[in-house]
């Protein structure tokens, strides 16, 4: 699905549904959906399936990234500190700074600029949630080869 941004982009091209797996660009779209949970659910079958090594670490960070918001949407922000400390440890291992076309550097900035108040939290258990939102994924224009 080739939904637009705010700014009328999608969130891939063609040239990218052509290239990457299917799972993981439906689970791009179910992200960016706020469907965290079956984003979850896509990207998990890829990585269960013919996955490269560095493509599963990818994967995995990916799926742990979803299951933060999937966790504050039912009210566990404990879990979801933990799950972003899981997601940045994994694509701090994976060791570049953009993979299958995501700028990971631009995505990881994001996502702590969405998380601080969970972040910073000193008991993210007693925390009030202010209104935040999921950082969306935009796939770079080029593609790139992955394991």
Known sequence: MLEPDAEGRPAYTEAHAAFYPEEYLAGIDLYNEGEFH???????????????????????????????????????????????QLATEKFARLGAARFMSLDLEDYLARLERALTWLIEARDPREVVPPPFAAPRIQLLPELMEYD
Do not use: N, S, T, Y
């Open 38 to 84: 079956a984003a979850h659910d896509a990207w998990e079958e890829r990585w269960r399936d013919d996955a490269g090594a560095r493509e599963k670490l990818f994967l995995q960070g990916m799926i742990q990234a979803a299951v933060i918001f999937h966790h504050l949407e039912i009210g566990r922000p404990g879990a979801a500190r933990r799950m972003h």
